[in-house]
């Protein structure tokens, strides 16, 4: 069955939206299999915005995603990555759609508060950095 890595951000965790977030994946039907709040290191946040490296906005980015605790998860269903992110909303959320988790609960594009896979091989990957095996269920 699909998996996807999300993760809430510093600013989400730091606002207390953690039940609001997780509560709209169990909602919609998807199983958590995985969860843990963490505080990246630089460089980790580096690995996982490694694609993003050229980006003017990439020190920043890692800089904050490594400023506080992030809670990583992984959850499963089919469709799971795409409509995860369908959950999610847009990158910037002058522009996600109300009803949508940064929609409805973010203003800004660097505190945009939740992180999700965008593909299937990314997916694997994230979930590969972030866990090891034995901490999915
Ligand atoms: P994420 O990967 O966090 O789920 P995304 O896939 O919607 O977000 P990406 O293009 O992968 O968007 O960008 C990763 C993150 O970089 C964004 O979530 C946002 O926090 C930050 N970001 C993207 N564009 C900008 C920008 N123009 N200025 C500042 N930060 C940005
Ligand atoms: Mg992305």
């Avoid at 996807?4 to 958590?32: M, N, W």
């Avoid at 993003?52 to 904050?64: A, D, H, Q, S, T």
Wanted: proline share 5%; charged share 25%; hydrophobic share 40%.
């Amino acid at each position: 069955l699909e998996r996807t890595f999300i993760a809430i951000k510093p600013d989400g965790v730091q606002r207390g939206l953690i039940s609001e977030i997780v509560s709209r994946f169990e909602r919609k039907g998807y199983k958590l299999v995985a969860i843990k709040l963490v505080v990246p290191s630089k460089e980790f946040a580096e690995q996982h915005y490694y694609d993003l490296k050229e980006r003017p906005f990439f020190n920043g980015l890692c800089e904050f995603l490594s400023s506080g605790p992030v809670l990583a998860m992984v959850w499963e269903g089919q469709g799971v990555i795409k409509y995860g992110r369908k959950l999610i909303g847009a990158t910037d959320p002058q522009n996600s759609e109300p009803g949508t988790i940064r929609g409805d609960l973010a203003i800004i594009v660097g505190r945009n508060i939740i992180h999700g896979s965008d593909g299937l091989e990314t997916a694997k990957n994230e979930i590969n950095l972030w866990f090891k095996p034995e901490e999915l269920v």
